[in-house]
Structure formats: C-alpha cells, structure tokens
C-alpha cells in the first residue's frame, strides 16, 4: 500500500486515541441537533455514522473539525481539546480531511491545481514536490490525464474521487467523510466506494457519515447508530446487524436493508 | 425633387460653416481634446481607487455578516456607503474640493479622489453581491484544507466572486466615465468644460454637445 495512503504515523499518545468528543451539544435555532454526544476515535479505526435523516449525524461530524461549533461540550484531537479559545485552528485542521456531499471542488482551478492548492499556501510542500505527488495520486486513481481539466468537465464521481485526493496530499490523520455519495448517480458509487475501502485497507483513519448500509458493514471497524441527536447505539458490524437491541435500530435497518 | 435636394446642399453647407466654426477656427478643438485627456485621466485613477476601496470595503462587510467579528470596522464601512450612496456626486464633489482638501490645489487629484471615493461604494456592494453568490462550501472546502479565512477568500472566494460580477462592474465603469462630466463643477476642464467653453465662443451648443456625447 501506498505510504500516502495511510495515516501519517506520529509517537503514540493517549492509547491512540485521535477523536475525543465529551458530551457535544449543538444547538440552532429551535433545533436541538446533538444531544450529549461522547465517543472516541482510535488510530487507524474506520468509524461509520448511520441513522435516519435530521439525526444530526452530518453535524456532529462537521463539529469535529469545526465547520460548527459545538453549543456546549469539549473535543479533544490528539488530546488537545480544540473548541476553547487560543487554539490555531488552521493548523488543526490541516490534519484532518473532509470531503463534503457536492465535493465542493474549485471550479475556477485545474484539477491540479485544485489539489496543490492548499499545500502550497500553507508551506507544507514546495511546488515540485506537491506536483510529483498530485500526479502520482492521480496516476493512481486512474485520472492522470484530467489533470488540466477543470472540476466542471468532470463526471459526479471523478469529482469525489479529486476532492479525496485533494485531502489526502494534505496527509492528514484521519479523512471525515460527509454522505460522500450521496450526491452520485448510482453508476458512479461504485468507483468511489472503490477508493474509499482502498484507503481504509491502507490504515487510513475515517470516520464516515453514509447512507451506504452494505458498504458500511463491508468495511467498518465500528459502526454508530445515531437518532435524534443522540449515539443509540454502536458496535461492530457483527453485532450491529446481527443483534441491535434498540428498537430504533431495529426499525431503522428494517427500511434500509 | 429639385427643392429637397438643395434644402440639403443648403443644410450641408450650414454645417460645414458650423463645423468650421466649432472645432476648426482658433483650433477649438484642442479644447475637446484636452479636456478628454482629462476625462479619461479622472475616470482611469478613479477606477483604480474604486476597485481598491470596493474590495476592501466589500471583504469587510461580508467578513462581519458570516464570521460576525469586525463590528467597528463594519460600522465604518456601514456609514460610508450609506453617507457616499446617499448624497449627489456634485456635493461630494464640491464638500472635497472646498473642505476637506481646500489646500490642494490639483484639481485632477481632488476629482480623482473624489469620483474614487464615490465609485468605490458602489463597486463594494457589486463586488459583495458576487462574494454572496459564491456557493457557501467554497469556503468551508477552503477552510477545511487548512488555508486561513483571508487565503480561503484570495484564493477562492474572490477570483469567482469577480468573474461573476464583471458585467455589473462594466456598468459601473461606464456610469463612472460618464459622471466625471460634473468635474467642471471645480472648474476643472474635462470633456463637458471644453464643450461649453466652445459654446460660449461661437453660440452653437449643437455641435459642441454632440461631439461631447
């Protein structure tokens, strides 16, 4: 496997431990969207958050790098709790991934430059050294030759399979995945999924929101259960959809599967 | 058929005469020209400055409406459009030149302050339209790789913000041309100046105005 393809190993700290989320509430306007969340996110896990829509699942993964910030509650990233002031909030997050539902790809840039862009401009790699290695990711995935193209050209899965990319030259330690396929017509899951379970194979730390039930229970370590702002229930893939105990779940795979 | 053609021998003849009169004798038309040196002058600089302060004006206040600091710099911003928007070109105009910079004494550089100062309100709400219409995960792809909110907007947000506003640009651009016309209100003498210069010189405002236009 790749070495860009696996999680950038740093001394072990705290168990391995890279996500610590204690008692995340976030609140909007008349919504209370996460209600007493806690869990932790080991090194090199591959996390899986279920549920039925408006269960705050896509919230709770955008308060962990603070696209939201949590009303109330502490987040810890490689023990350092990240949400009170004073913390360098960009260098924080330049270790962690995201790839969001409509890819959000820059449409004015070249797929290259699309993926140097934000290694350049925060002095983690010089120009050559961050062209050789776009280019060798993409020679990987098989889209070398779009590299002068721009994201519009573009099919829906070529474009999360660059934005995976593009997170990944960043060489975080963990990638959030936001309904990655969700946005994809049904012929395009596939390849993406594709990537998606090579990076996980490759060690990489994700933690992943889907409505993808199958390939969640292919390729998860873990898989969270969440409902109406709260974590029901969680476990192994085994477990989860051999035995769930909460009524909820039960119902919920009742529909999905 | 013999009436109408010489009605028009007659009238070509007139305006030849007029023509004559306006730009010809005395070199009249160096008046145009230099007061279309001018023109262009005030309206070139102006732009510049337009842009510049559009920009910056334009950042702030979007800044402060999605991240919600700033409120003191906003505030300023708040009331220099309002204030700029809000009188006629020709005040402003005339409060610079006779108040604030009272001791300058190059009127080009009052006008161009002037005109800049009063086009930059307009281009930061253009250009602040163009930043909203930027879709919103732009900038938390931006953000979300690690680049800072101020790179995430010169990077980003901006170069698409400014190509969609550039046909609203244009149009300002031209509105601007067009409004230096009221600089000989400090008795500068651009392009309209020049035209009425000519007019009291030869009592024809046809010609003059015309070639002004």
Redesign the interface.
């Known amino acids: 496997m790749n070495k860009h393809f696996s999680s950038a190993s740093s001394p072990e700290e705290n168990g391995g431990i890279i996500f610590k989320a204690e008692h995340i509430i976030k609140e909007f306007p008349n919504l209370r969207a996460l209600d007493d969340v806690s869990t932790e996110i080991k090194r090199g896990e591959v996390v899986f958050i279920v549920g039925p829509s408006g269960s705050g699942k896509s919230t709770f993964l955008r308060c962990l790098?603070l696209?939201e910030k949590p009303t109330d509650g502490k987040i810890f990233f490689e023990g350092k709790q990240i949400n009170c002031r004073g913390i360098k909030i960009?260098?924080?997050?330049?270790?962690?991934?995201?790839v969001?539902q409509?890819f959000?790809?820059?449409?004015?840039l070249t797929i290259l430059n699309n993926i140097i862009?934000?290694p350049l401009?925060?002095h983690r790699m010089k120009r050559a050294e961050a062209v050789s290695k776009a280019e060798e990711l993409l020679k990987r995935i098989g889209l070398y030759e779009k590299r002068n193209a721009y994201p519009q050209q573009l099919s829906g899965g070529q474009k999360q399979r660059i934005a995976i990319v593009?997170?990944l030259l960043?060489n975080p330690d963990v990638i959030l995945f936001d309904e990655p396929t969700s946005a994809l017509d049904p012929e395009m899951v596939g390849e993406v999924l594709a990537l998606m379970k090579e990076l996980a194979l490759g060690g990489m730390t994700m933690i992943v929101v889907t409505h993808e039930i199958g390939f969640a229970r292919e390729v998860a370590d873990r898989i969270l259960f969440m409902d109406h702002g709260r974590i029901v229930e969680e476990g192994s893939p085994e477990d989860f959809f051999s035995h769930p105990k909460d009524p909820r779940l039960k119902d919920f795979l009742s529909k999905v599967i | 058929m013999n009436a109408v053609l010489s009605w028009f021998q007659e009238q070509s003849a007139d305006l030849k005469t007029a023509f004559y009169m306006n730009f010809i004798k005395d070199d009249r038309w160096i008046y145009l020209w230099s007061g279309l040196k001018i023109t262009l002058q005030i309206a070139f600089f102006a732009v510049l400055i337009g842009i510049l302060l559009g920009f910056l004006v334009a950042v702030i206040r979007s800044t402060h409406d999605k991240v919600g600091n700033l409120r003191f710099l906003n505030f300023i911003c708040k009331m220099y459009l309002t204030i700029i928007r809000g009188t006629p070109m020709v005040v402003q105009l005339l409060i610079i030149y006779f108040v604030i910079l009272s001791s300058c004494t190059d009127k080009v550089f009052v006008a161009v302050i002037a005109f800049g100062i009063n086009s930059g309100a307009y281009v930061a709400e253009i250009i602040r339209s163009g930043i909203m219409s930027v879709d919103k995960g732009q900038m938390e792809a931006g953000r979300s790789l690690g680049l800072s909110y101020l790179q995430t907007m010169i990077y980003i947000i901006l170069p698409q913000a400014f190509k969609n506003v550039l046909p609203a640009l244009g149009n300002e651009f031209i509105v601007l041309i067009k409004e230096t016309s009221v600089s000989g209100y400090i008795a500068l003498q651009d392009l309209t100046k020049a035209g009425d210069i000519i007019r009291s010189q030869t009592y024809d405002a046809f010609l003059p105005l015309i070639a002004v236009a």
């Open positions: 790098n696209l960009n260098a924080f997050r330049q270790k962690v991934g995201m969001f409509h959000n790809l820059f449409p004015h862009l934000a401009k925060t593009r997170a960043m």
